[in-house]
């Protein structure tokens, strides 16, 4: 009797991260080959590609929708598999291929050939999706929604994005020399806090940048969303924080306050750019809600 062979979508981004994304397909495609599966392979040429892809391929009788990228690469996929009729019937392969890969780190399968084998296993868990509304836009996120000082450190490594992983700690420091406050209305669930803040930052996962542990709490699939805050804060208290958030230490450290809720909005003075999954894109005011359990990740 023929036994019935394991079929898969793998989007490939070349350009992400630290550019080696058809090296780790040819790197992956032993395990994958050794598991007799049949890979229908697609190469993104533009921003938005993964998206498109992700939200028009013919999925009808595939295992599972697999990305090779970086964090940003499986933002545009998440978003666009939300589009689909039943975005929850395909579950989500993720590969590393970039330079934070924050959603393999907290998956521990930060390798591409680890990755690879769980994705031939078939085991798969429950991933939360995080609903991001902007003044009529919507976005879905599995990582981070960022507002303040993150969105500036962003936006200066990846002004420095040559460098590799170190431009994140290196943005970091510099920012965090010069942080601003800025007043905004934050709503927690039912708290409404109104006062001046350094940065916000919603988690679906652990890890943000490059092995930064800012949310130690936060799982994909327990239907909440983790919000780290900060106020008030000086240039000594910032640099302790940056240097405890790798192991999650910081959330000990005065001024850091710590959150699990299922929605909360951000309504600041004035509009501010936003950080989604790594990518700066959108702007405030922004309304946030937890969908528990839309998608399934390989895991």
């Known amino acids: 009797m023929e036994i019935s062979r394991k079929r898969f979508a793998v989007v490939v981004n070349p350009r992400g991260g630290t550019r080696r994304g058809l090296e780790v397909l040819e790197q992956v495609k032993p395990v994958l080959g050794a598991a007799e599966a049949e890979l229908d392979v697609r190469v993104t040429t533009h921003a938005g590609h993964a998206a498109e892809l992700a939200s028009t391929m013919n999925l009808h009788g595939c295992d599972g929708f697999c990305v090779i990228g970086g ?161 008030h804060a000086t240039r000594l208290q910032m640099l302790k924080l940056f240097h405890r958030v790798f192991d999650g230490s910081h959330l000990s450290l005065p001024g850091v306050e710590y959150h699990q809720v299922r929605s909360f909005s951000i309504e600041p003075v004035g509009i501010d750019g936003l950080n989604l999954d790594g990518e700066l894109k959108g702007t405030t005011p922004v309304s946030v809600e937890m969908m528990p359990a839309a998608l399934q990740v390989f895991a």
């Open 71 to 231: 964090d940003g690469t499986i933002h545009e996929a998440v978003g666009g598999l939300m589009e689909r009729e039943a975005p929850g019937t395909i579950p989500l392969g993720i590969i590393p291929g970039g330079t934070g890969n924050s959603v393999c780190e907290h998956l521990q399968c930060s390798h591409p050939i680890e990755a690879a084998r769980r994705i031939v296993a078939g085991t798969t868990q429950p991933l939360d999706v995080v609903r991001v509304t902007m003044d009529g836009d919507v976005a879905h996120c599995v990582n981070i929604i960022g507002w303040g000082a993150v969105v500036d450190i962003n936006r200066t490594a990846e002004r420095l994005r040559w460098l590799g992983p170190p431009r994140y700690a290196l943005a970091a420091v510099a920012h965090i020399l010069r942080a601003k406050r800025r007043r905004s209305r934050v709503v927690l669930d039912d708290q409404i806090l109104d006062d001046d803040f350094l940065f916000a930052v919603a988690c679906n996962t652990k890890f943000t940048g490059k092995g930064m542990q800012l949310a130690p709490k936060a799982e994909i699939s327990d239907g909440k969303i983790d919000v780290v805050l900060v106020r």
